[in-house]
């Protein structure tokens, strides 16, 4: 029987690629454009793995996570973000979510997270610490997801101006 392969992304072209990558591997591929598209395809087509990403129209890619393993429990599920903070992958993993891929990524590298049953396997520790900048951006990743991404919360809980946030926000730090 063929693997269900299901991306939810909002990005048109990301989408045509990886489904076709995907069909190409032997998968059945579907694909979701928001939150909302995924609960209509799976009250009739349940997926073995999928891909979800973070940030589209409506809700969250994380809303999603709880209602595909509702439908198949033994799913493994990959978030996948443009926008890659610490608080958003530990919270992907606390729903459910097999592992959290930072965008740009193909599909080897998908199907290898995919297929990667321990999280902690294969995480690559670096002698170097993390910058000024990119701690900063974590911290306001993290009070930002625990204001449930109010802007105006999260801009007082930090103690700044919310259009100070907003350009923070706008500017993402380099990986290191």
Known sequence: ???????????PTFTRVLSRAMTRRGFEVQVARSAED?????????PDLATVDLKMEGNSGLSLIPHLKEKNADMHILMLTGYASIATAVEAIKLGATQY???PADADQI????NQVDADAEI?????PMSVNRLEWEHIQKVLNEHEGNISA???????????LQ???AKRPVKR
């Open 124 to 128: 690559d520790v670096s002698e170097q």
């Open 154 to 164: 999260t801009a007082r809980a930090l103690g700044m101006h919310r259009r100070t």
């Open 101 to 103: 891929l930072p965008k």
């Open 38 to 46: 995924t609960q209509l395809l799976i009250e009739n087509w349940i």
């Open 167 to 169: 350009r923070k926000l």
């Open 111 to 114: 199907l290898a997270a995919l």
């Open 1 to 11: 029987m063929t693997e269900r392969f299901l991306i939810v992304d909002d990005d």
